[in-house]
């Protein structure tokens, strides 16, 4: 069974740095692309970052350009989000989502985790 | 990269069909045969329900179907059922190789 679990969120103050966490489990990791994608409280989705298989291609929205940074280590089944300089629009909840094989569409979905910028 | 256009709301009555609807642009939905929907019940992760443009993975009801022209694509449920009521998005490729959404459609069975 394919599983993505995201771990890292809390509290944090403007300006401050966090770390999310997806594990994975249930499927080949290595092989797939996977994204973040966020949702603030009441609003919709908000495609956030991605990572290639090999962990050579990035992509980043706009919105979060130069302040977050994805990664990834395929012998541990896990991604990770560095998020910098954290503003209060930055409040949502964070899910990992793993990209169809070869395809651009995200088929498996974590929980999600919570962040609240706020001082 | 904007949002692509989605209708705030749709409702229908148990057993009818809606479509919703999804616009963007010749640099999203128009330029690739890439688009997906996502059906979100509250409090829950959102579900892959139609990917490229037509396709339903393996165990999702064939009253959802897809369809695609020009700029906007469609989503549509026939034979509504009570279970169906749920936020719906859909997601492009771009041709930035980023991904957008829609600002997602709130579907009430009447």
Known sequence: ?119 | QSALTQPASVSGSPGQSITISCTGTSSDVGGYNYVSWYQQHPGKAPKLIIYDVTNRPSGVSNRFSGSKSGNTASLTISGLQAEDEADYYCSSYTSSSSRVFGGGTKLTVL
Request: proline content about 2%; charged content about 15%.
């Open chain 1, 1 to 119: 069974e394919v599983q993505l679990v995201e771990s890292g969120g809390g509290l944090i103050q403007p300006g401050g740095s966090l770390r999310l966490s997806c594990a994975a489990s249930g499927f080949t990791f290595r092989i797939y692309g996977i994204n973040w994608v966020r949702q603030a409280p009441g609003k919709g989705l908000e495609w956030v970052s991605y990572i290639g298989s090999s962990g050579s291609t990035i992509k980043y929205a706009d919105s979060v350009m130069g302040r977050f940074t994805v990664s990834r280590d395929n012998a541990k089944n896990s991604l990770y989000l560095q998020m910098n300089s954290l503003r209060a629009e930055d409040t949502a909840v964070y899910y990992c989502a793993r990209d169809g094989y070869g395809g651009y569409h995200f088929d498996y979905w974590g929980q999600g985790t919570l962040v609240t910028v706020s001082s």
